[in-house]
């Protein structure tokens, strides 16, 4: 019987499945290990946020406009990096990945330890947003990741992304619940301690400054680049050495050596304009509503887990909080171990769509737990109710390894990944920077003038779920032809 054929089955069939190529271990563990310090950097505030905003008197003791002024400090982060990350990406394709990647880490480093010595709401809003802009490496590790893979083992190696990231997720929130405010909490260590008290967040804030320095000492050490044909720094900058070795300005700034000169077209970084084709805009697409999704919902989460019960929260401390969000980032860190078994069972679109599927039970959780808290407090059913949400949240990581791939599969050429995936995440950068301050907003709103029970956010929230799943549903069944 004749089968049925559409755009998207391959002309010749495999009679036989390729073997793997053994994965790169030890750049791929330097890669992994790099990737530490951005979750490190990004969440460790995440438990003592909200403790923050009260701290610093700028609500006039409303309770109710604490979430307006943390989600301004989450969506700074973005909204700084959305205006850089694709020029970073876009430079890795040119003078190579460790330069950019070096850059990055310094910038993680330099931003916390001035966020941990900040003292006014402007300083931690200058902090982050320094943090933003100088970080371009959430897409340049995984540019590197795709120039030390195939297509036989590229799901393997992005099985470990998420792990990296669940790993930092985990230890981030347990530095920043229980390092803030030490002179507080550990009065026999730290009560005497004047530098302490006057800045009550250094400390979490300097432990990720610390990590992120001897990150960029382990990549200046032993990361490889992996552009093919890096171009001078000198030359990207229009800058030459006449033969006197004094500075000169090039007369171009694309002038090539003999070597790159005899690079084929395929191994050169095309022109952004040839980046905005269907298959990009589609991946780029899913990736950015995903984002929105995931990052409206970690933006609430510490919000809606310190705000009161009266309130439409759950009154918890910031060390609960940690213990939570550590709890998340271990399972999530065990369950990603499956991913490329589950990936190869199911494809990237179905790994994906399940992923965003199970958004709707996560969002819905929030009403549902603070109904029963109002009427029996912080019961044993309402930690249970709790623990629900955190290991449904652990399927939505399904969604952001398979996405990965289709990124990568939707790059014209290989020289081109770098700014393929800085397009992408500069489209994510823009919904993150828009999802904590809108959320949070949302979420405030909501409690303050009591629509739908208070519950408006969660509504607002699945229904954009629902039409990420739409938009979910307009990847191509094949990777191949993303």
């Known amino acids: ?23 790169p271990w030890f750049q791929l563990s330097i890669l992994l290990f790099l990737q530490l310090a951005e979750p490190l950097t990004s969440q460790v505030i995440h438990p003592f946020a909200p403790d923050l ?35 970073w990406s876009r430079i890795s394709d040119r003078v190579g990945r460790k330069p950019v990647i070096l850059t990055g880490l ?14 006014v709401f ?32 590229i799901a393997r190696a992005y099985t470990y992304i998420p792990i990296a990231w669940s790993i930092g997720g985990a ?16 009065p026999g260590l730290f009560g005497n301690n004047q530098f302490l008290k006057k800045y009550p967040y250094f400390l979490p ?3 990720s400054a610390s990590f992120s320095a001897t990150a960029w000492l382990v990549a200046f050490i032993f990361l490889k680049e992996t552009v093919k044909w890096p171009m001078p720094i000198s030359q990207c900058l229009g800058v030459r050495k006449d033969k006197l070795g004094s500075r000169v300005r090039s007369p171009s700034i694309h002038r090539t050596d003999s070597k790159q000169q005899e690079v084929s077209e395929d191994e050169k970084p095309l022109p952004l304009r040839a980046l905005l084709v269907p298959k990009v805009v589609i991946a780029a697409s899913n990736y950015a509503l995903m984002s929105l999704v995931d990052i409206a919902f970690r933006a609430i989460q510490p919000v809606f887990y310190s705000s009161p019960i009266e309130d439409g929260g759950l009154g918890l401390s910031p060390a609960e909080i940690g213990k939570i969000f550590s709890i998340f980032g271990i399972l999530n860190g065990v369950f990603q171990l499956f991913f490329a078994s589950i990936h190869d069972r199911c494809g990237s679109r179905k790994t994906f769509i399940v992923g965003m599927a199970a958004t709707l039970p996560m969002l819905g959780s929030f009403p549902v737990i603070n109904i029963l808290a109002r009427a029996q407090g912080c019961s044993a059913a309402v930690w249970s109710l709790v623990g629900f949400q955190v290991a449904v949240s652990v399927l939505t990581g399904l969604s952001r390894g398979a996405i990965f791939i289709f990124i990568n599969n939707s790059s014209p050429n290989r020289a081109s990944i770098g700014a393929t995936n800085g397009l992408s995440q500069m489209s994510v950068s823009i919904t993150r920077a828009i999802g904590p301050a809108l959320a949070n907003a949302l979420f405030s709103l909501s409690i303050d003038k009591g629509y739908l029970g208070g519950n408006l956010v969660y509504f607002v929230l699945m229904s954009l779920a629902c039409v990420s799943l739409y938009v979910a549903s307009l990847l191509p069944r094949n990777v191949g032809k993303v």
């Not at 230890?171 to 550990?186: C, N, T």
């Open 53 to 87: 905003v009260r701290s610093l008197g700028i609500t006039g003791g409303n309770e109710k406009k604490v979430g307006y002024y943390v989600g301004m400090l989450q969506s700074v982060f973005f909204f700084t990096q959305a205006f850089t990350v694709l020029q």
């Open 122 to 153: 402007w300083g931690f809003l200058l902090s982050r947003s320094l943090c933003g802009a100088l970080n371009g490496n959430v897409g340049v590790i995984k540019s590197t990741m795709a120039d030390l893979t195939d297509s036989t083992n």
């Open 205 to 207: 804030c300097a432990v």
């Open 106 to 119: 310094a910038g993680l480093s330099i931003s916390m330890y001035s966020f941990g010595l900040s003292t």
């Open 171 to 186: 230890v981030a929130p347990i530095i920043g619940g229980m390092l803030s405010r030490p002179a507080e909490q550990f």
């Open 1 to 23: 019987m004749a089968h049925r054929a559409d755009e998207e089955t391959p002309l010749l069939h495999q009679t036989a499945k390729k073997t793997p190529t053994p994965l």
